[in-house]
C-alpha cells in the first residue's frame, strides 16, 4: 500500500538560497572499542526519533502543483510520507553506514587539522550538487563514515529546506534523542519518548505569521533598495542597481589549463590575532562598528584578489574591473525577538560589498577600509529591511524561478565569503554513551569539491572554544603561492 503523501510549501525565504544540496562533515570521537555496528546503531535509533518529530526529511522537495491554492510559478514544496513510527528491523534509507578505506585513524586527522582535501567528496557522500526539483529532491540524506578512532557524519541538505543554522539545529535535535539512547537504552517496544524539538522551531508559517504583526506599512517606492538586493532581487526592483555580478564577472582573468582545478587551504587566525586584526581595523577608521568578522573578511577579500592580480604578471588591470564579494549572513536575530532561535528553515540572506580591483590592491587600500565597505553594505541586514523584504517575496514577486542571489564564477574577479563563524555546533552534543567528548563535534568542514569546481570561495568556519578561528580558501597554486607570500597576510593568519 502507497503511504499517502503530505504537503508542506516552503516558505518564501526558502526560496532565496540556490536550489542546491549543502553538503556538511562533522566529526566525533568515539571511545575506545566502540564497534563502528554499535555506533551506528545509535545513530539510526536517533535519527528515527528525530524523523518522528519531523516526518518532512524524510521527503522530496517538487515544484508545488499547479492546481495547489496560492500557486505561482517556481514555488516549491516538500511532499513527504504520512508520519508513522520507524520499524526497527528496517533499516533507515536515509542513513547509509560507510567504513572508509583510509591509513589515518580519527587521531591523525585532528593533528592534521582536519583538512578538507583528506577524503573526495564522492567518498564522503555520493549524490548531486544540485537538486533536481522536477522529478524529486531528497530532504535530507547522511552518511557515516568511520574511521579507527572516529565518525565523520556527512549531511547533504536540500538548501531550499534549511540554512547552516537550521541544519545545526536538526543536528542538535538528533544529538539529544543519541544521548537519551546512550543513556537509558531503546524505549520499549519503540516507544516515542517525549519530543525534544523545540516550540515552533519547524512551523514553516512562523515567518508570515510574525511578519504580519511586525511589517511596515511601507510602500514599494518607499522601501530601502537593500530589501530587493538581500533577497536576491536585484535587477527586479523599480530603484534596483544597474551594477550586476555578471558585468563584473566578465572581465577576464588568467586563462586556466584545462583540467585544472582550484585547492582549499584551512588557515588559522589565533584569539590574539584576530583581536589585533579588528582592533586595527576599528582604530584606523575611527569606528567602533566593524566587527571582528567584518575585520577577517577584508583581510581575506583584499588578499584573495591580491594574489589573483598579482599572477597576472605583463597584463593590465582594466581601470573600471570591479570586485564584489557575495556574503551570505544569517538573518534570524534581525528578523524578531519573536523567531525561535533554532527556527530549521531558511533566513539566509546576502550582501555585495563592491570596489574595483585596482582600488582593492592597491599599497595605500588597507583591510580597515575594506572591512568598513563590508560592515556598510551588513547594514542593510536590518529588521524594518527583512519586514520589507518578505513583502516583496509575499505580495510582489509572482514567480519565485526569479529569485537568486547572484553567485561567482572561476574567471571573473568576484568570489563568494560565506561567514558560518556564529554557528553554534559548539551546542550539539550526542552524548557520552559512544563518543568522547561529551558527543561534542571535533570540527566542522564543508565539502569543497564541487564549490571548487564552480566558484571562487572563503568560507570562515564556526568560531573555536578558546576563541580562534579557522577559514578556507580556494585558489589555483600559482595564485595560492602569491598568498602565502603576503606579508600583511601571514600577520593574521598562517596555514594548517
Not at 34 to 51: C, I, P
Not at 65 to 81: H, T, V
Not at 236 to 257: E, F, M
Not at 374 to 381: L, M, Q, S
Request: aromatic share 8%.
Amino acid at each position: 500500500m502507497v503511504a499517502q503523501l503530505l504537503h508542506l510549501p516552503l516558505s518564501p525565504f526558502d526560496h532565496v538560497p540556490p536550489c542546491s544540496h549543502a553538503k556538511s562533515l562533522f566529526y566525533f570521537a568515539l571511545k575506545d572499542n566502540v564497534a563502528f555496528s554499535e555506533a551506528f546503531s545509535v545513530l539510526e535509533q536517533g535519527l528515527a526519533k528525530t524523523f518522528d518529530d519531523l516526518p518532512w526529511l524524510r521527503g522530496k522537495v517538487h515544484h508545488l502543483s499547479k492546481d495547489a491554492l496560492g500557486y505561482r510559478p517556481g514555488q516549491l514544496e516538500i511532499r513527504y510520507p504520512q508520519c508513522s513510527d520507524h520499524d526497527a528491523s528496517s533499516p533507515l534509507q536515509e542513513l547509509k553506514c560507510k567504513k572508509l578505506d583510509s591509513c589515518f585513524s580519527y587521531a591523525d586527522i585532528k593533528e592534521s587539522g582536519f583538512p578538507v582535501d583528506l577524503f573526495t567528496d564522492d567518498e564522503l557522500h555520493t549524490g548531486p550538487s544540485w537538486a533536481d526539483v522536477d522529478n524529486g529532491a531528497p530532504v535530507f540524506e547522511v552518511q557515516a563514515n568511520f574511521v579507527p578512532g572516529g565518525c565523520l557524519l556527512c549531511i547533504s541538505m536540500c538548501h531550499a529546506v534549511a540554512d547552516g543554522a537550521g541544519i545545526v539545529g536538526i543536528l542538535k535535535l538528533w544529538g539529544a534523542y543519541c544521548s537519551q539512547i546512550g543513556a537509558e537504552g531503546p524505549a520499549p517496544n519503540g516507544l516515542h519518548t517525549k519530543t525534544l524539538l523545540p516550540e515552533k522551531s519547524a512551523d514553516r508559517t512562523v515567518l508570515e505569521s510574525i511578519w504580519k504583526k511586525e511589517r511596515t506599512q511601507h510602500l514599494i517606492d518607499e522601501m530601502d533598495p537593500a530589501a530587493w538586493e538581500i533577497v536576491g532581487l536585484e535587477g527586479v526592483g523599480p530603484r534596483a542597481s544597474t551594477g550586476s555580478l555578471q558585468a563584473a564577472s566578465s572581465v577576464p582573468a588568467v586563462p586556466r589549463k584545462p583540467g585544472e582545478v582550484q585547492k582549499s587551504s584551512i588557515f588559522y587566525t589565533s584569539p590574539e590575532q584576530f583581536e589585533a586584526l579588528q582592533k586595527s581595523c576599528a582604530e584606523e577608521q575611527g569606528s567602533h562598528e566593524i566587527s571582528r568578522n567584518d575585520a577577517l573578511c577584508g583581510l581575506i577579500w583584499r588578499s584573495v584578489i591580491r594574489a589573483r592580480a598579482a599572477v597576472l604578471s605583463d597584463q593590465v588591470l582594466a581601470a573600471h574591473a570591479e570586485s564584489q564579494i557575495v556574503m551570505t549572513v544569517d538573518g534570524r536575530e534581525e528578523y524578531s525577538h519573536s523567531l525561535p532561535k533554532d527556527y530549521l528553515g531558511n533566513l539566509v540572506v546576502g550582501t555585495l560589498p563592491t570596489l574595483t580591483v585596482s582600488q582593492l590592491v592597491a599599497p595605500e587600500t588597507t583591510v580597515g577600509s575594506v572591512a568598513q565597505i563590508i560592515r556598510d553594505r551588513a547594514k542593510a541586514i536590518s529588521h524594518t529591511n527583512l519586514m520589507d523584504s518578505f513583502t516583496l517575496l509575499h505580495d510582489e514577486v509572482r514567480d519565485y524561478g526569479i529569485i537568486s542571489l547572484p553567485f561567482t564564477s572561476i574567471e571573473g574577479w568576484s568570489m563568494l565569503i560565506s561567514s558560518v563563524l556564529g554557528m553554534k555546533v559548539d551546542e550539539v552534543s550526542f552524548g557520552d554513551a559512544i563518543f568522547k567528548d561529551q558527543g561534542h563535534v571535533g570540527a566542522y568542514r564543508p565539502l569543497m569539491d564541487g564549490f571548487n569546481s564552480m566558484f571562487r570561495i572563503g568560507v570562515v568556519l564556526p568560531r573555536m572554544k578558546h576563541g580562534g578561528v579557522e577559514f578556507i580558501i580556494s585558489l589555483f597554486d600559482d595564485e595560492m603561492d602569491v598568498l602565502l607570500q603576503d606579508e600583511e597576510f601571514a600577520r593574521f593568519a598562517s596555514q594548517l
